[in-house]
């Protein structure tokens, strides 16, 4: 199974984590690491490339810091510029049907922080079973 893994971290250089993961994901044959901000510093992101990236692989994981509750910007123009009508949704929007789809998720701060009883709790995030339903991912 080919896995590609899309990093989107801003600042990569100071993230323990975020590099720590890519290194050992980059001793891997079958896995291809992608990094959105190396590959476009300017933010102009190729549709077209990023697609056919997409459809070469059979395992996508997202991987990025949890920036305020969401994700890195150039993370989210990526989302909003590739998964176009017709490519991952809509009329002929099948490509990405069958595709294993993941998340990578790093933040800053202790573990206990995150829990229930922490200061930034974290709630499941899974998809509800309507935008199961509606998304061909599933």
């Not at 989302?79 to 990578?104: C, M, N, R, S």
Request: glycine share 8%; hydrophobic share 40%.
């Amino acid at each position: 199974m080919k896995t590609l893994v899309i990093v989107a971290h801003p600042d990569l250089a100071s993230s323990r984590i975020n590099k720590a993961w890519m290194r050992e994901l980059q001793r891997h044959g079958h896995v291809t690491v992608h990094d959105l901000y190396q590959a476009y510093p300017s933010g102009n992101i190729d549709a077209a490339h990023e697609q056919s990236l997409l459809e070469q692989h059979d395992r996508i994981v997202f991987q990025f810091p949890l920036y305020w509750y969401s994700t890195p910007p150039l993370l989210k123009e990526w989302f909003d510029t590739v998964l176009q009508a017709g490519f991952a949704y809509g009329p002929g929007g099948d490509k990405l049907q069958g595709k294993e789809i993941g998340a990578a998720v790093s933040t800053y701060g202790t573990a206990a922080s995150y829990s229930p009883a922490g200061s930034q709790p974290l709630h499941d995030w899974r998809a509800s079973k309507a935008a199961r339903g509606a998304c061909p991912l599933y």
